[in-house]
């Protein structure tokens, strides 16, 4: 028999409500974008402050993992860079995956897009370097502005709002995944000195598991972890960044529920009568069969790709990608002469690479595909949306910083490269902003004439 019914006390009532309004909030892109910049900015500001040592200390805190006679240790900053950032590429995986499925990627054609544009924002930004270094000992820098920061250029565009088109979002996040995963395979081709191939095969062993797992019917996502774990421990050991796993696992994330037996709604309509049936007859102890066909089913009402963009986007938001921010924007100015030539030509060459050759090649590329008939713009993609994410493409930051400590050995080249960097996705993001409230001042005035 159930209990009879009680009023709710005031201040559950209130605590409803604050968690409702909390979860509302949480769903605003602009906040999540706001967070990010804030904690970039705190990082960037903690950095060159007299509390330097005390940001340098804590990144490099070791955290150890044992068990018996085995442990690991790791960086706080590897933690995040390459264990939390893998849950972010999961999401921006699955997203990818969900768009392949039926969205803007839906066909090989309009796949085509986001490919030539990534292929064109890589392209330009090495020539422009090359053209300003070739021949000097910084032109092994060529690679620092060719990557695109997902995580950032996400975030900006975020800051606009939900006026600015779906297709622009996926679009910047189809070229930022294609981007980053040629600087993975140029940061493993040039800046590699061995490949463990070893690590390859573990790597396969997960992706098998998880295919396994799916022709298993294993619907739960906890059920995943394990097989995810060994792919990303695989890339780890091969050398490559490890955080390529999470786009790996989000691609391979199923578009269509687990096959049942009937569907969802069915089984729902179905056990709940019967759980009803039950506790009249006062069966309490019978319902946990239907509880437990109840559960599976409304689990199965969503498809797991979108069940895995709605439980971690809250977190990724603002847990991982603000955490991400404050690890990797806190660049030193100090160190960075820029009175030598070489210096000058590096931060010179980095700042016009990713502020004017990416959008250059990002547009160009498109422009191409588009009027030789190889694929079309994406539904609700303009060419002032094309221009937007060729300006945001040029945010390089944590991947750009990456490889130029790969590049360069000499400390004032590094220094260079590393403010040119945060200097180029500073100007990057403010052009983005400004053309994207440009734009969208434009759509208001043209919805008020008509």
Same mark, same amino acid.
């Not at 909030?25 to 974008?33: K, L, M, T």
């Given at each position: ?19 409702? !309004? =909390?979860?509302?909030? &949480?769903?605003?892109?602009? /906040?999540?974008?706001?967070? @990010?910049? $804030? %904690? ?31 442990s690991v240790s790791r960086s706080l900053h590897f933690l ?77 565009? !975020? =800051?606009?709002?939900? &006026?600015?088109?779906?297709? /622009?979002?996926?679009?910047? @996040?189809? $070229? %930022? ?127 797991? /790709? ?5 439980? $971690? ?44 050759g990416k959008p250059m090649g990002v547009i160009f590329a ?82 008020? $004439?008509?």
């Open positions: 028999m159930s209990a009879p019914f009680q009023p709710i006390p005031r201040p559950q009532q209130l605590t409803e409500r604050a968690l409702s !309004a =909390l979860e509302r909030f &949480s769903h605003i892109e602009a /906040v999540s974008g706001i967070a @990010l910049l $804030l %904690a970039a900015l705190t990082a960037l500001a903690w950095a060159n402050s007299a509390f330097a040592e005390s940001y340098e200390h804590l990144w490099h805190t070791q955290i150890t993992f044992g068990i018996g006679d085995f995040v860079n390459d264990g939390l950032m893998t849950v972010f590429f999961l999401v921006v995986g699955a997203e990818i995956r969900q768009e392949i499925h039926n969205g803007a990627l839906a066909s090989f054609r309009m796949a085509m897009l986001p490919l030539g544009a990534a292929l064109g924002g890589v392209l330009m930004p090495a020539l422009i370097y090359l053209a300003i270094n070739h021949g000097t000992d910084a032109a092994n820098g060529w690679a620092v502005p060719t990557a695109t920061d997902i995580a950032f250029a996400v975030g900006v565009l !975020a =800051l606009l709002g939900k &006026s600015i088109p779906g297709g /622009v979002r996926v679009l910047l @996040l189809a $070229l %930022a995944i294609i981007d980053d995963i040629v600087a993975i395979l140029i940061i493993a081709l040039f800046y590699t000195t061995s490949l463990d191939y070893s690590g390859i095969v573990i790597a396969v062993v997960g992706v098998l598991l998880v295919l396994a797992f799916q022709r298993m019917g294993i619907g739960k996502a906890i059920a995943y972890i394990v097989p995810g774990a060994i792919m990303w421990f695989g890339l780890l050991k091969t050398g490559v960044h490890p955080t390529l796993a999470g786009v790996v696992l989000g691609l391979m994330t199923p578009v269509r529920s687990m096959p049942m037996r009937e569907r969802p709604l069915d089984t729902i309509q179905r056990t709940f009568h019967e759980m009803v049936d039950r506790l009249s007859d006062k069966e309490e102890e019978s319902v946990a069969k239907p509880l437990k066909q109840l559960r599976q089913a409304q689990r199965e009402i969503l498809s797991p /790709v979108q069940r895995i963009q709605g439980a $971690l986007h809250p977190w990724v938001a603002f847990g991982i990608m603000p955490l991400f921010a404050l690890a990797n924007a806190g660049v030193s100015l100090a160190g960075a002469d820029l009175g030598k030539d070489l210096s000058q030509h590096v931060f010179l060459a980095v700042i016009l690479a990713l502020v004017a498109c422009f191409l595909l588009v009027k030789s008939k190889m694929c079309d713009l994406p539904a609700g993609v303009t060419w002032p949306g094309v221009c937007l994410v060729g300006l945001l493409a040029g945010i390089g930051f944590t991947m750009s910083i990456f490889i130029a400590s790969l590049a360069f050995s000499d400390e004032s080249l590094l220094s260079a490269s590393k403010l040119s960097v945060l200097c180029a996705s500073a100007i990057a993001a403010l052009l983005g902003l400004t053309w994207g409230w440009m734009q969208m001042s434009s759509s208001r005035k043209a919805r008020a $004439l008509a």
